[in-house]
């Protein structure tokens, strides 16, 4: 029977238009009461920010004939309404798109619960008559009576959430209204399995709520075999609590006997159990509708097991006085419990346990009864239905309030989470510093202080009359930590402060002679210096460390504020060399070498020229040696410590020469010196040897002032030679009575043999003259190919005995002899050689080539025997006039071309002699005309050595035009 007639409007009292029309004069005063309350209910709404709201749903039950909605349930936007028509409706929100499911057409009100997975793949339909039915949403609309069930009434499911198969519900558990709990799987519309696994033995407590939910893993060898449960199942008047595994079967195995359970008897016959989630996460808390009023609890999974309980912070919330009836549904959120009343929706704040947001239903003659309330766990959204209404409950920001609940419970760590502007951040932190304040917690309240916008003066001010100083000093340190690199002033200001507290505070522990805690202080002060060196004002600090006599903390200071400076006068003040040593080793600035270095020179030389050497290690370029020099000339070798008797600035100049590659005359130069004044001339001799050459860094002529200065004549020697000076360097060293250098520097001499034979002679000369040696003398022919016999002979004395030379000139003799046997040779080979070039020359006279009578002038593409030819051994033919124009313009030379022009007037001279009746020279003229004939045509011009030539000319450039480009007429 339809409860609307089809003419019948069915009003939605939130539909804006309905209310609309109301306003606009509708004489009826149900309507018009209907309409104050509703506009009430938006004031309300309003007043709390509008966090909570109801929206129509569109619920067209006119569609339906009327029928009234008996339970719904939701999943992935979808909802399925069941009539007490025998129908299930299934509404997609997304589309409005309705399709029917038609349990029982020939009974009515058959259907009493429907249950859905999260998914909305799966559908369970408890009947009143205990019939049930499922329906494969996922594969089909056609419900299917679960025959295994008959005869009980299913009045809740617990799905198995990790199962997504449209096929296969995986295995769940079911309560029924016999108070026992089933577990099956339905794979493909059919029960797989049907079987009792607990009974409470008692008919009359149905079971209206089942959860469960797993144990976090306890270990890494944590498997599904390990796997344990929490399952807990609840009637209009008690829950249970079952823990174990690793199967729903081996779990309620455990409580064969009735198990332990909570009882809140009350006079309902129905009841709600939720858990709240996170997405993604185990369930927190939960929630259950009782007679007696809402009562709520959190797990706290750990390692109980069978007969023990994981809830907590458990209580039992009254309903409110001014609601009569009992509630009809219950659902929870994160903060808040959404309970439905026959007249009103009440939300109450879980923390505060204040209702939020109240909404009456005003209209229940247009909607109906209210029926429920019903949540999808996917989208988290609400709605409530009654007789002939669905609304949505929307939620905008439910946990914009919840900060202030916690501030008010005094949970501030838990506040700071949920705020979400700076405002409210601001008042929980003044909130939890004024309560450590009070509680006389002060380094605590220092914290909190410095982290809010509370006035610096008033906060400092609370803890200098209290005399705090730790306190303050936290403050300060904090409030630092808080502050904007921006706010220089600010910064330094409250540096300077903590640091004279610091050094206050040092003062006075060593008075106490506590060294632990003045160790402590110590570090704790350097790492505050360390941490903000950049915002302290260099002379104030300085001048406020002094002032507490604090020597240490200042070196410590000025080497982190980078005033190496300042470090290692102090320690050459107090001669501490090696200190002011460590310190310039880590100076980055070379002026610093350069300002303090002569005095370290002076006193630490080792030390000091180990530190330049290290330096110019890591930058070739960071030391300039020229500007050490001033700190060179302080040093004194006396200076050395004992074991170390090398010369330190020889050892730095050579450093730098041959390390660092210097070209700096100033330096080479002052080392040519230090090299003059050692006793030893083999270090001089070995770096002329190196540097000293002919290309060598060295200023050749100053180093020959400062050797003849310093007396080093071998070192002059080598000198000499390098300046290519070898007469005087051979007569220096036979000055020096040095005979193997004088010939080593004689061999030197390249490109000119007659220098060379002349100081070998000299040489010669003096060992017979000056040492009376004629054999030594006549071994120099031996070492030289310069020297003969013949050539010493005048030096020896007149009355020398022949036996010393005898030998030397055999020698000289039997070499004679055989060049002019090797003349002899060459003369008979040459005169072979110019007999067969005679008679090539005749065999060329003779020589000829064929011409075909259609072959053509390589140049001008005219008969090539049209005219006078050269005809090539590459059968290549040329007009005599076009290859001498192409040989002048493109090959010739300056000179070829004027001997050319020079043998063409003498030819044609010739020629008109001869026509005039003079006489003509015999042979002349053929020999011009044969040298001519040798000029113009040498080679071939097309693949000779004139297109060869070709190759190298470059090309001309655009400047000269387009003619110039024109190649010679050379054709092939």
């Not at 205990?130 to 499911?157: D, F, H, T």
């Not at 309903?319 to 959404?338: A, D, N």
């Not at 002019?820 to 000829?848: N, V, Y």
Request: proline letters at 4%; hydrophobic letters at 35%; glycine letters at 6%.
């Amino acid at each position: 029977m339809d409860l609307l007639d089809d003419d019948e409007y069915l009003y939605n009292p939130y539909d804006t238009a309905a209310v609309q029309s109301d306003n606009e004069g509708d004489d009826d005063d149900g309507i018009s009461e209907v309409t104050d309350t509703e506009s009430h209910n938006a004031l309300q709404a309003h007043t709390a920010n509008q966090i909570f709201s109801l929206h129509n749903a569109s619920w067209k039950a006119k569609q339906h004939g009327g029928a009234r909605i008996k339970h719904m349930v939701a999943a992935g936007s979808t909802v399925f309404v069941a009539t007490d028509r025998g129908k299930v409706v299934r509404w997609h929100l997304g589309s409005g798109e309705e399709q029917d499911m038609v349990i029982d057409k020939g009974r009515n009100d058959v259907i009493f619960k429907l249950h859905v997975d999260r998914s909305g793949l799966h559908l369970i339909i408890g009947g009143n008559q205990g019939e049930n039915w499922y329906v494969p949403i996922g594969r089909s609309l056609k419900p299917r009576l679960i025959s295994m069930a008959k005869g009980a009434r299913i009045e809740s499911v617990c799905w198995d959430r990790d199962c997504e198969d449209n096929a296969n519900t995986g295995v769940i558990m079911v309560g029924t209204s016999t108070g026992t709990i089933c577990k099956t799987q339905i794979v493909d519309g059919r029960e797989k399995f049907w079987k009792e696994i607990f009974s409470l033995q008692d008919a009359a407590h149905p079971i209206c709520g089942l959860h469960y939910e797993l144990f976090p893993p306890s270990g890494k060898g944590y498997m599904d075999n390990a796997r344990k449960y929490f399952v807990m199942a609840a009637t209009p008047t008690r829950y249970y609590e079952f823990i174990g595994g690793p199967t729903y079967d081996a779990l309620f195995a455990q409580y064969a006997t009735a198990p332990a359970f909570i009882e809140l008897p009350g006079d309902l016959d129905y009841s709600d159990l939720h858990f709240f989630r996170k997405e993604n996460g185990r369930a927190s808390s939960f929630v259950w509708l009782t007679g007696p009023g809402i009562y709520s609890g959190s797990f706290s999974f750990g390692s109980q097991n069978a007969g023990d309980s994981i809830i907590h912070d458990y209580k039992l919330l009254p309903y409110s006085s001014e609601v009569h009836g009992p509630p009809l549904g219950l659902l929870s959120t994160e903060f808040h419990w959404f309970v439905l009343f026959a007249d009103r929706l009440q939300v109450i704040n879980q923390l505060t346990q204040e209702v939020a947001w109240e909404h009456s239903f005003a209209s229940r003659h247009v909607y109906g009864d209210m029926r429920g309330i019903v949540q999808d766990a996917v989208s988290g959204k609400l709605w409530v239905y009654a007789d002939y209404m669905v609304n949505e409950v929307a939620i905008n920001g439910e946990d914009q309030n919840v900060w202030r609940c916690y501030l008010a419970k005094g949970q501030y760590d838990t506040a700071l989470q949920y705020c979400q502007d700076l405002s409210q951040r601001e008042k929980v932190l003044t909130a939890q510093a004024d309560h450590y304040f009070s509680e006389k917690q002060w380094e605590l309240a220092a914290s909190m202080y410095a982290k809010t916008k509370r006035s610096f003066e008033e906060i400092t001010l609370k803890f200098i009359n209290l005399d705090e100083k730790n306190a303050l000093k936290r403050y300060l340190s904090d409030k630092l930590d808080n502050m904007r690199s921006t706010d220089k002033a600010q910064l330094t200001m409250i540096c300077t402060w903590l640091c004279e507290m610091y050094l206050d505070k040092l003062n006075s522990v060593k008075d106490i002679g506590s060294e632990a805690q003045y160790g402590y202080i110590l570090d704790e002060f350097r790492h505050f210096l360390q941490d903000n060196v950049s915002n302290f004002d260099a002379e104030t600090t300085y001048q406020l460390i002094l002032n507490h006599g604090r020597m240490d903390v200042m070196l410590y200071y000025a080497e982190l504020n980078g005033d190496h400076d300042r470090v290692i006068s102090h320690h050459v003040q107090r001669r501490e060399w090696t200190k002011a040593l460590d310190v310039l080793a880590k100076c980055p600035d070379a002026s610093l070498y350069y300002v303090h270095s002569p005095t370290l020179m002076q006193h630490a030389p080792v030390g000091t020229t180990n530190a330049w050497i290290n330096a110019s290690r890591t930058s070739k370029k960071f030391l300039d040696p020229r500007k050490l020099i001033p700190a060179l000339m302080r040093y004194n070798i006396a200076n050395n410590p004992p074991g170390h008797k090398a010369n330190q600035a020889l050892r730095f100049l050579q450093h730098c020469v041959k390390n660092l590659e210097s070209r700096d005359p100033v330096v080479l130069n002052y080392l040519v010196t230090l090299f003059c004044q050692q006793d030893d001339e083999k270090a001089m001799l070995a770096f002329l040897a190196d540097y000293g050459g002919p290309n060598g860094r060295l200023d050749l002529q100053y180093a020959m002032r400062a050797c003849q200065q310093s007396g080093k004549r071998e070192a002059c020697v080598h000198i000499l030679a390098s300046l290519e000076q070898y007469e005087q360097a051979v007569d220096l060293a036979l000055d020096i009575k040095d005979i193997e250098l004088a010939k080593l520097n004689a061999d030197k001499v390249e490109d000119n043999d007659d220098l060379r034979k002349r100081l070998w002679l000299r040489i010669a000369r003096y060992v017979i003259e000056e040492e009376k040696d004629v054999r030594k003398a006549i071994a120099f022919i031996g070492q030289t190919d310069m020297l003969k016999v013949e050539d010493i002979l005048p030096f020896f004395p007149d009355f020398a005995r022949i036996d010393d030379f005898k030998e030397a000139i055999c020698t000289s003799l039997e070499e004679y002899h055989e060049q002019i046997e090797e003349l002899k040779q060459g003369m008979e080979e040459a005169t072979k050689s110019a007999e067969l070039i005679r008679k090539d020359i005749g065999d060329l006279r003779g020589r000829f080539g064929f011409v075909r009578s259609s072959q053509k002038c390589g140049f001008c593409r005219q008969p090539v025997l049209a005219a006078g030819l050269y005809l090539f051994p590459c059968q290549h033919g040329f007009h005599i006039t076009c290859q001498e124009q192409w040989m002048l313009q493109e090959h010739l030379g300056e000179t070829d071309k004027r001997r050319v022009r020079e043998l063409k007037q003498a030819i044609r001279a010739e020629e008109a002699r001869g026509h005039a009746g003079g006489g003509v020279e015999a042979g002349g003229l053929e020999r011009m005309r044969a040298e001519l004939d040798d000029v113009l045509a040498c080679d071939c011009p097309l693949c000779g050595n004139p297109a060869i030539d070709m190759i190298n000319k470059p090309l001309p450039p655009l400047a000269q035009g387009p003619s110039y480009w024109d190649l010679p007429p050379l054709r092939l």
